[in-house]
Nanobody, 115 residues
Framework: QVQLVESGGGLVQAGGSLRLSCAAF????????MGWYRQAPGKQREVVAD???????NYAGSVKGRFTISRDNAKNTVYLQMNRLQPEDTAVYYC?????????WGQGTQVTVSS
């Protein structure tokens, strides 16, 4: 069993930055992929970025070059540094971890970008 706790969301002006953190409580194995998803009002949840235990990263095209995902395995924590934020980035951001057939979600943190 894994519990994910996000923090770092908030309100920011377009062009600003935020850093999200997700702390995982429980056992994280070497095959666990962690990442960030987001869901805007009226839209489906979509993947933003993910990262493997060894640091291989994937980004959605809409955030590539602006967001950076990182992972501290010793702390069981994943981060999302978000730069040059745009109103289109407004969403609830969810931390995710999947390990074999097990999938875990955080409660979400609101990111609002004003123009």
């Amino acid at each position: 069993q894994v519990q994910l706790v996000e923090s770092g969301g908030g309100l920011v002006q377009a062009g600003g930055s935020l850093r999200l953190s997700c702390a995982a409580f429980g056992t994280i194995f070497s095959n666990t992929v962690m990442g960030w998803y987001r869901q805007a009002p009226g839209k489906q949840r979509e993947v933003v970025a993910d990262i493997t235990f060894i640091g291989s990263r994937n980004y959605a095209g809409s955030v590539k070059g602006r967001f950076t995902i990182s992972r501290d395995n010793a702390k069981n924590t994943v981060y999302l540094q978000m730069n040059r934020l745009q109103p289109e980035d407004t969403a609830v951001y969810y931390c995710n971890a999947h390990q074999s057939v097990d999938v875990y979600w955080g409660q979400g943190t609101q990111v609002t970008v004003s123009s």
